[in-house]
């Protein structure tokens, strides 16, 4: 659900996206996704040394930037869209195209999940710590 933009990263030479937040999306709802993200990553890296299929999850670096025309997708809980987007739009779009649903959706996580990604992160972090003084050193 997240919207990417790429460029390459110059330290890595790979392919480095950038998440832009659609002007439709609430934060706390793109905050619900970003851990998501981070949970799908860490899953893939641990599986990683079991099943050899796909590539691993692209860098993904958070940004402020907005997609002002991505389309908003019907029938989320009303507090998946942003309160000032929804102002600007027509009463009719929002009651018989976006329909959103009434009943407000309980965006947070568990404090457990909200541990383990943080404790992937800075586990990701000193990693690429390491591996970039390692790098980094002349023999």
Do not use: C
Request: proline share 6%; net charge neutral; aromatic share 10%.
């Amino acid at each position: 659900m997240s919207s990417d933009e790429s460029d390459i990263d110059q330290a890595t030479n790979q392919p480095r996206y950038t998440v832009v937040k659609p002007d439709w999306r609430h934060a706390d709802l793109h905050n619900w996704l970003k851990v998501l993200d981070q949970l799908h990553h860490r899953a893939q890296i641990n599986n990683w040394s079991r099943d050899k299929r796909g590539a691993l999850a692209h860098i993904r670096v958070g940004s402020q930037r907005v997609h002002k025309k991505a389309h908003a997708p019907p029938h989320l809980p009303i507090n998946a869209y942003d309160p000032l987007w929804l102002e600007g739009r027509e009463t009719l779009y929002i009651k018989h195209v976006l329909y959103p649903e009434v009943q407000p959706y309980d965006f947070t996580h568990s404090s457990d999940v909200i541990t383990y990604v943080l404790s992937a992160l800075a586990l990701g972090f000193m990693l690429m710590l390491f591996f970039s003084r390692l790098l980094s050193i002349d023999p």
